[in-house]
């Protein structure tokens, strides 16, 4: 898509941060219809693809499983900090989904496994001015979730995708998966989630792109 160098730790493609801002500003891809998920499976201006494309912003970390931390702190009763061995004790769970990039692929029946994440919320007790959750990546990526997006019962902190370990590129060892909106809302590489009484628009919410991100609605930009 650009042609940017991206060495070993990467940079950020700056090129392709404008690309995608200038797509924003274009409302490239609306079709200016909505369906409804259980009419029809592919979301409006949607393509299927067969394979897994990989989209970040060009730096891909590398976090051991040794180093890996997992912070949630903000308003809860019980911050903490996970390292791997506290999350595999967690319960363990599998999804089925369809996942829809805004960038207009979408990818049918992906099995994932990892902690629900009722398993967290259940762990740091959301005090109960707790509305809005912000996730910070270690390739500095942030995005925002509303709670009640967040605590829903088919999302998962996913470290397996098709019965085998994420690979680095697709954000392992642990990401976000929230499949009913579009794909950039899943966080790759998370290192944070912050429960907070006020909206915390993320990279892309800053730069054009929807702050809910239905694809059902077709809330690509906004
Ligand atoms: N940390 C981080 N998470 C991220 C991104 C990113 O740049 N950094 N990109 C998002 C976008 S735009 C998409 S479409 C998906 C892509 O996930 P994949 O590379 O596994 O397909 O990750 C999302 N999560
Ligand atoms: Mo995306």
């Known amino acids: ?17 404008e690309t995608k ?22 979301p409006p201006g949607q393509r299927l693809v067969q394979d897994f494309p990989v989209l970040d912003l060009g730096i ?18 019980n911050p903490v900090t996970l390292d791997w061995a506290w999350l595999s004790e967690l319960p363990q769970e599998d999804r089925v989904n369809d996942i829809h990039c805004v960038t207009q692929w979408s990818r049918y029946d992906n ?24 996730f910070e990546a270690h390739d500095g990526y942030t995005t925002n979730l509303a709670l009640e997006d967040f605590a829903r019962p088919e999302n998962l902190l996913a470290h397996s995708w098709q019965g085998e370990r994420l690979t680095r590129q697709h954000g392992g ?19 944070r989630i912050t429960f907070m009484a006020e909206n915390q628009p993320g990279f892309w919410e800053v730069r054009g792109y929807h702050d809910r991100g ?6 690509r930009y906004g």
């Open 111 to 134: 099995t994932w496994t990892g902690v629900p994440v009722q398993a967290l919320l259940d762990l740091a007790r959301l005090k109960p001015g707790a509305r809005f959750v912000s």
């Open 21 to 42: 801002q200038a797509w924003a500003r274009a409302g490239r891809l609306l079709t200016g219809e909505t369906a409804r998920p259980e009419e029809q499976r592919l």
């Open 173 to 191: 060892p642990l990401r976000m998966v929230v499949p009913h909106l579009y794909f950039w809302k899943s966080t790759k590489w998370v290192k």
């Open 1 to 17: 898509m650009d042609q940017d160098e991206t060495g070993a730790g990467g940079r950020i493609r700056q090129k392709l941060v």
């Open 60 to 77: 891909q970390p590398e976090v051991p499983e040794g180093a890996f931390r997992l912070r949630l702190d903000g308003l809860v009763e």
């Open 214 to 219: 239905d694809p059902w609605m077709e809330e």
